[in-house]
């Protein structure tokens, strides 16, 4: 939010709260479409609510704002986390998280950088991290003490202008690059397709400081995202492992995660286990 | 002719490619002027892929060292790095090879800059056959790629007086351009004061028997030819087109009704260039016509000497000549 760094104290309880109407966003949102990229957002809502709501500093009202933090979501399928999270700031109307993927909703099923909050194109995979690079050094000609954080996947990894740009960050020491490695072990095509592991390894040797958590655990992302605020000549890499379709037991469950489509009346039978979990009384 | 008569010598890179008809040349155009842009709009980045050296832009680097940066051979993170700094409202110039813009880093083009209309100029060497290094390094399709792609502004400029209105012209535009590079010693063959403007084409010389519609370094090219078949009692008309996109259509139409036989003239493949955007023009325009194409065949070009090479594929002058006088 609008101020000059994260706050000192993270609530953590507020910010489970804020993670479970994420979530409860994007299920209506898949509802309405009856399908959607619902595993992988389920999967990144923590992470996404540790940086909109504690570490990130942004204006609602003033999104053109120079010194921003910026967020690049790369994986562009993962709108439906960002659409919740945006809804959640306050940069779009609540009300319109229904129309996702619809014709003519601005709330794409891959994001395009058309509305509003959106910083980079998403949807060809292993375009976001180098042009998170070029705005690090963007910022810092313009001696902003901005910062850019990267939301990419392990699937990504496998595309070689990830690496390209991997090398250029630590060669420009931009030290107020944070790259959000999501490892939830899916891809197109099922399981991993192609093992990247070690991948903290494989950041660690690209000479980038690099962090290993359990991205679904918010008290691990806050403090880790805190370790990542030095401004020590290196850029910051954050694997978080995540479970697909996480807090949604039908959908951690499922085999096809990496597109989730189900009938309406499954949509509203996991809907009512996800609230009755959340100890909403309906 | 025997193979031994035939071999010349392989201009190595970093040579001067375009050099010709004996005219007074203007060394680095292209660095030359974006340094002095460099100086009065701050926001200007440059950026290449191990290539600076070689793409002309190192007045640039000296002037401006912080301001430069060099991504290492990764021509996908070359463009996306340019997006990222657009995005910040720099206005970055990234140079590599026509080859390794068009080929290798098509998707970052279309997508990281074309589809966000991000104000990036994409500046890159050795287009069609101005290398003798065979086809990993030659262009000669860059034009037929990049102009598929919505919104990319195309410039092939014909000489180093171009080349510097270009690049501030380039500048001057709000979007993203792929210019191709003239570099080294190029020639200066248009008049000083002559106005560049994208999207304009210019008749460099009145004619009625023929009319060569030409872009990039054949400009040169025609207009000399032009000069030579007057002797010989043609008349020539040349229409230079430096940008290829957006295309001049109604210029080009015009001039097409104005002479009796039609040539196109490029430094790239006949297919998907220049003469494919001719002969759309025409059909849009209701006019059927016959048209030359003189350009490169549908093919890779061997490795060899850059004239071996342009007289074997009928880019010279005397090529030209030939060619339009068969046409007779």
Redesign the interface.
């Known amino acids: 939010m609008t101020r000059n760094s994260p706050p000192a104290e993270a609530d953590l309880a507020a910010l489970r709260a804020r993670a479970t109407m994420l979530r409860r966003h994007m299920l209506t949102m898949a509802r309405g479409q009856g399908a959607g990229y619902i595993g992988q957002g389920l999967g990144i809502a923590d992470a996404l609510t540790a940086l909109y709501f504690h570490e990130l500093r942004y204006d609602p009202d003033n999104l053109g704002w120079a010194d921003r933090d910026r967020f690049l979501l790369s994986t562009g399928h993962y709108s439906i986390a960002l659409w919740a999270a945006l809804a959640e700031a306050g940069i779009i109307p609540v009300a319109e998280l229904v129309t996702y993927g619809a014709d003519n909703s601005r709330l794409e099923m891959s994001t395009l950088d058309t509305t509003p909050g959106v910083e980079v194109i998403g949807g060809s995979l292993g375009h976001g991290l180098g042009q998170g690079v070029g705005q690090a050094l963007g910022l810092r000609l313009d001696r902003s003490e901005a910062r850019v954080f990267v939301e990419l996947s392990d699937g990504e990894l496998q595309e070689g202008s990830t690496w390209e740009a991997a090398m250029s960050a630590s060669h420009f020491r931009l030290d107020g690059l944070v790259a959000l490695v999501d490892c939830n072990g899916i891809q197109a095509d099922g399981p991993v397709v192609l093992d990247m592991e070690p991948v903290a390894d494989k950041w660690r040797s690209f000479g980038w400081e690099t962090f290993e958590i359990d991205g679904n655990d918010m008290d691990a992302v806050i403090e880790t995202l805190a370790k990542a605020r030095q401004r020590n000549g290196k850029p910051k890499a954050i694997v978080l492992r995540t479970l697909p379709g996480k807090g949604v037991r039908r959908i951690e469950q499922s085999e096809k995660s990496h597109f989730f489509r189900v009938d309406v009346g499954q949509w509203d039978a996991i809907i009512d286990e996800f609230e009755h979990s959340v100890g909403a009384k309906r | 002719m025997s193979r031994a008569m035939e071999a010349g010598r392989t201009l190595a890179m970093g040579e001067n490619e375009a050099a010709g008809g004996g005219r007074q040349s203007v060394d680095a155009p292209f660095g030359k002027a974006l340094a002095r842009l460099g100086q009065e709009r701050e926001n200007i980045?440059g950026l290449t892929a191990d290539l600076g050296k070689y793409t002309d832009i190192h007045p640039f680097r000296d002037a401006y060292p912080?301001?430069f940066?060099n991504?290492?051979m990764?021509e996908?993170?070359l463009?996306?790095?340019?997006?990222?700094?657009?995005?910040?409202?720099?206005q970055?110039f990234a140079t590599t090879y026509g080859v390794f813009a068009s080929r290798r880093a098509f998707?970052?083009v279309a997508?990281?800059l074309a589809?966000?209309n991000l104000d990036v100029k994409l500046v890159a060497g050795l287009p069609g056959l101005t290398t003798g290094y065979g086809g990993t390094h030659q262009a000669i399709e860059d034009l037929a790629l990049m102009r598929m792609i919505p919104g990319l502004t195309i410039i092939d400029p014909m000489d180093a007086t171009e080349i510097d209105a270009a690049t501030v012209a380039m500048s001057d535009h709000r979007g993203p351009v792929y210019m191709r590079l003239l570099r080294g010693a190029v020639p200066v063959v248009l008049e000083p004061g002559y106005r560049f403007e994208i999207g304009k084409a210019r008749q460099l010389r009145d004619g009625k028997d023929v009319g060569i519609i030409s872009t990039g370094l054949m400009s040169e090219r025609a207009v000399d030819a032009a000069a030579l078949l007057e002797k010989r009692g043609i008349s020539v008309a040349v229409l230079h087109v430096p940008t290829i996109k957006p295309f001049d259509a109604e210029t080009v139409a015009a001039f097409a009704a104005s002479v009796g036989q039609l040539v196109t003239a490029e430094n790239h493949v006949v297919v998907g260039g220049l003469a494919s955007l001719v002969v759309e023009t025409l059909f849009d325009a209701g006019i059927v016509r016959k048209v030359t194409r003189i350009g490169l065949p549908d093919r890779y070009i061997e490795c060899g000497a850059v004239p071996t090479l342009q007289q074997k594929y009928g880019l010279t002058v005397e090529a030209v000549v030939e060619r339009i006088v068969g046409l007779q």
């Open positions: 980045v912080e301001r940066f991504v290492g990764a996908q993170n463009v996306a790095v340019a997006a990222g700094l657009a995005r910040t409202g720099k970055p998707d970052f997508i990281a589809h966000s």
